[in-house]
Structures are given as structure tokens and as C-alpha cells.
């Protein structure tokens, strides 16, 4: 293992896979498993709206998050959304719904850390893009 594998800091390097998230209806059990399984500690905070996110760490590096769906979509399936970086969020948006993806989650803001939208590909699988905050 390097010591980049070590580091707690991020990768901003566009057009890798820079982040996973969890979306779940079993949050107690999900997490469960998750920390017993890989030993990840986890820290949950409270979002806007009365959302829970749940922030799973290895040692003192964050490795993956951890959310209940909205509501709306409660029928949601379980499922990993895996991040990739990218340094334009609305242009590489725009290419992606031009090459035939569609948008499931609008750009949105995550206040000082950077923005990220939703998407499935024309194949059917979920994707999202993040662009880290300058």
C-alpha cells in the first residue's frame, strides 16, 4: 500500500471514480454489515430537510457515504452511485444527456465542498459526476 493509499486527502483527478454512496431503505441494517464487514467506522450527520447522511470512514480517511432515498422515491432499489470527478459539472451534464443519459438529479450544491448531478446511461446504469468547489 502507498502512501497515497494512506492519505486523507482527496483525488481530484477528473475522470476518476472519486467517491461511492449507499442509497438505501435500511439504513441500521446496511450499516451493519458495511462496519462489521470491512471494520469502517461511521459518522452520521443531520442534512437540510431533516435528511441523515452517513459518512463510513477507514481509519481517519473517508471511504463512502451512506443515504436514505427522498420520500418520493421511496421505492427506490438499493444501490451503490459511484462519483466521478470532473472539472466542468454542467458541460460534461450537457454531453452525457447528448450522448443519450438521463438526468435523474439536477445539479445540486453541497455548500464548500462542490456540486454533483445524477444521471443513468443509455444502457441503464446510474452514474453521477462530482466537481469539487475551487
Partial sequence: M??????????????IFSWRELVTQDLEGSSKFY???????????EMPGGMEYTM????????????????EKADAPTT??????????????????ELG???CMPVTEVPGKGSFAGLVDPQGAPIAFWEFAS
Avoid: H
Fill in 2 to 15: 502507498s502512501e497515497k493509499d494512506c492519505s486523507t486527502e482527496e483525488d481530484r483527478t477528473p475522470g
Fill in 35 to 45: 462496519t462489521d464487514l470491512f471494520g469502517w467506522t461511521k459518522e452520521t450527520m
Fill in 56 to 71: 463510513f470512514n477507514l481509519g481517519e480517511r473517508p471511504v463512502a457515504g451512506m443515504v436514505k432515498p427522498p420520500a
Fill in 80 to 97: 451503490w452511485i459511484n462519483y466521478v470527478t470532473v472539472e466542468d459539472l454542467e458541460a460534461t451534464v450537457a454531453k452525457a444527456q
Fill in 101 to 103: 443519459a438521463r438526468l
